[in-house]
């Protein structure tokens, strides 16, 4: 994916800039999710008892699971900004699970670009609205607002 400048960026702002491919989440993502983060509550690892005593029908992956996609569906689907070095995470000004994404679903991410702020000391930071859908669920599996900070490298001046 070829890089945009930073007037690209900007002219976008408020505008939808795109929509990742849909992933399947597996239940081995969500076990090896729970191994990473000591999270093993049934309704993610059991999918036997999940089935008896949830209403979801089986298990469901952690929510932070779903959160922690983001990066992975934004590479996937965002150019990067020209002369950017790397990127961070900032945080996030709202975060909201709103439905359960079970095992074996399909999801996505669309992204809206809600502001842009140019830092003089070479960060630039976007905020983007974001919302994972579920493959054929009216109900979003999370909307968030999402702050990351990309370090742009300076270029030499010109005489």
């Known amino acids: 994916m070829e890089p945009i400048s930073l007037d690209v960026l900007l002219a976008n702002v408020g505008k939808e800039v795109g929509v990742s491919p849909w992933r399947v989440v597996t239940q081995r993502m969500i076990d090896q999710f729970a ?3 000591d999270d093993h509550q049934f309704i993610h690892c059991d999918p036997e008892r999940a089935m008896r005593e949830t209403p979801f029908g089986g298990t469901i992956a952690h929510g932070f699971l779903s ?10 689907t965002m150019p990067p900004l ?5 990127g961070v995470n900032h945080g996030f000004d709202s975060l909201r699970f709103l439905a359960p994404v079970k095992t074996g679903a ?5 992204f809206v670009l809600a502001d842009v702020k ?5 960060w630039v930071q976007t905020s983007h609205d974001v919302t994972i859908e579920i ?3 009216k109900k979003p599996a999370l909307t968030a607002r999402w702050l990351t900070l990309t370090l742009i490298e ?3 001046e010109t005489a």
């Open 106 to 110: 399909r999801i996505r991410t669309r």
């Open 154 to 156: 300076r270029q030499p």
């Open 135 to 137: 493959e054929g669920s």
């Open 118 to 122: 140019v830092r003089p000391s070479g």
């Open 67 to 76: 959160l922690s996609l983001l990066s992975a569906m934004t590479f996937e």
């Open 82 to 86: 020209e002369n950017s070095k790397m």
């Open 35 to 37: 191994d990473a983060t």
